[in-house]
C-alpha cells in the first residue's frame, strides 16, 4: 500500500507502521543489531540464573513454552532462543529428568518482517537441540497466548517503545505540545508527564497480559533502555545525543522548505527510558509479580564499529542505526522521498560530530527478572 507523504503519526495506530527496518540491506535491522547483540551478551549470566529458577515440567505435560516478545527480524533472536533452549535441555539433565519438547514463539508488531525472521529459522522437527517455531503477530500490551501456557517470556530492547504516542503531545495549542524536539529529553514537565503516564498505562497492560498467560512457576527476563537521572526530562546521554542530531536534521528540511514547521513538530518518536524506581513503582502497584532482580547496566556505546577514529564509517553507522530503528516512523510522517532528504541531512551532520557520537552515545539498560506473586 502505498503511503502519503502527509500521513500523520499522530492521526494513525502507530502500531501499524512501527517496526524495525526488514530485510537484509544496508539500513536493515538484522545488519544494524551488533550493539543489541553485544549488550545482550553481556546479561547472559543473568538470564542463566533467570532459567534455572524457572520450575521444570515433566515431558508429559507437554511442550516447554518460550515466547520472545518484540523479536523483530533479525538473528539476535534466533541466537538467543537456541541459548535459553539449550540451556533448558541442560537443566533437565542436571535435574535427571527427560526433557520435554520445546515450542518457541517469536512475537512482534504486523508491520513486522516476520518474512526475514523465518529465513534464519532452523528446521523445526524435534529432534535433539531443535525446538519448534512459530510467529505471532500483535502488541505485546494485550493478550497473546491463552492463560497459563507459557513457561517463560523474554523481551530485549523493546518494552521503552510505547503503544502510542499521547495525544496531547501532538495537538498544538496543548499544554503538552512537543514543539521543537523529536524525542521529550528537555521537554517541559507537561510534556513528559504525558510521556510518563503512556509509560506507566504500557507497562502495566503488558504485566497484566502476562500474569494471565504464565504458567505457574513461570518467570519473564526482560530487557530495556532506562536511565540513571531521577528526572523524566533527562532521558539520558543516548537519547540526547540521538534527539539532537535527528531535530537538526528535521529543523534542516524545514529551513529549506522540504516540510512545514508544523510538520516538523509532529514527528514524536514514541520512546520511555525509565528509572529503575519507575519501573519498580509500576510492577509493585500491579501486584501480580515478584521482582527477583533489578538492575542498572550500562552498556558502553551504541555503536559497534571498527575504527573508531574513522569519521565517515561512525557517520554511516549512526545514520543506519536510526533509520533502522525510526525508518518506518520516519517514511510513514513525511513519504519515503522526504524520508531519504532526512537521513541525508544527518549523515552530512554526524559526519561533522563524529568523535562526539562516539564519545556520547552511550546506553544504559534495565534488566529485570519477574516471577507470579
Excluded at 519473564?220 to 539520558?236: E, I
Aim: charged share 20%; aromatic share 10%.
Amino acid at each position: 500500500m502505498a503511503r502519503k507523504e502527509n500521513y500523520v503519526v499522530s492521526n494513525m495506530n502507530v502500531e501499524s507502521v512501527l517496526s524495525m527496518k526488514g530485510g537484509k540491506g544496508e539500513d536493515s535491522y538484522d545488519n544494524n543489531s551488533k550493539m543489541q547483540e553485544q549488550h545482550a551478551r553481556s546479561v547472559l549470566h543473568l538470564l542463566m540464573e533467570d532459567l534455572d529458577g524457572v520450575r521444570l515440567s515433566s515431558a508429559a505435560a507437554g511442550a516447554f513454552v518460550v515466547a520472545d516478545l518484540g523479536c523483530s527480524s533479525g538473528r539476535n533472536a534466533i541466537n538467543t532462543m537456541e541459548f535459553m533452549i539449550n540451556h533448558l535441555t541442560e537443566h533437565y539433565t542436571v535435574a535427571a529428568e527427560e526433557p520435554p519438547e520445546f515450542s518457541a514463539f517469536f512475537c512482534d508488531l504486523p508491520s513486522n518482517d516476520f518474512n526475514t525472521l523465518f529465513q534464519l529459522l532452523p528446521p523445526s522437527d524435534g529432534s535433539s537441540g531443535s525446538y519448534f517455531t512459530a510467529g505471532l503477530a500483535g502488541s505485546f500490551y494485550r493478550r497473546l497466548f491463552p492463560a497459563k501456557s507459557v513457561d517463560f517470556f523474554y523481551s530485549a530492547f523493546s518494552l521503552h517503545w510505547l503503544s502510542q504516542i499521547p495525544k496531547e503531545v501532538m495537538e498544538k495549542g496543548s499544554a503538552a505540545y512537543n514543539e521543537g524536539r523529536v524525542t521529550i529529553h528537555g521537554a517541559k514537565e507537561s510534556t513528559v508527564n504525558a510521556y510518563k503516564k503512556q509509560f506507566q498505562s504500557d507497562l502495566g497492560a503488558f504485566l497484566r497480559s502476562r500474569s494471565k498467560e504464565l504458567k505457574p512457576g513461570g518467570s519473564m527476563f526482560l530487557m530495556l533502555l532506562g536511565r540513571t537521572s531521577p528526572d523524566p526530562a533527562d532521558q539520558g546521554a543516548w537519547i540526547l545525543t540521538f534527539s539532537t542530531r535527528y531535530q537538526d536534521a528535521w529543523n534542516d528540511l524545514v529551513q529549506e522548505g522540504l516540510i512545514s514547521s508544523e510538520k516538523g513538530d509532529t514527528f514524536n518518536i514514541p520512546i520511555y527510558t525509565p528509572s529503575l524506581e519507575e519501573f519498580k513503582e509500576v510492577v509493585e502497584r500491579d501486584g501480580a509479580f515478584i521482582i527477583n532482580k533489578l538492575q542498572l547496566f550500562h552498556g558502553g556505546s551504541a555503536l559497534i564499529i571498527d575504527d573508531p577514529n574513522d569519521a565517515v564509517e561512525i557517520s554511516r553507522a549512526y545514520v543506519s542505526l536510526c533509520r533502522s530503528l525510526t525508518g518506518g516512523l520516519v517514511d510513514a510522517h513525511i513519504g519515503d522521498q522526504l524520508g531519504h532528504e532526512l537521513f541525508s541531512r544527518l549523515l552530512s551532520r554526524a559526519v561533522a560530530q563524529a568523535k562526539e557520537l562516539m564519545d556520547q552515545f552511550q546506553l544504559v539498560h534495565i534488566v529485570a527478572s519477574l516471577t507470579l506473586a
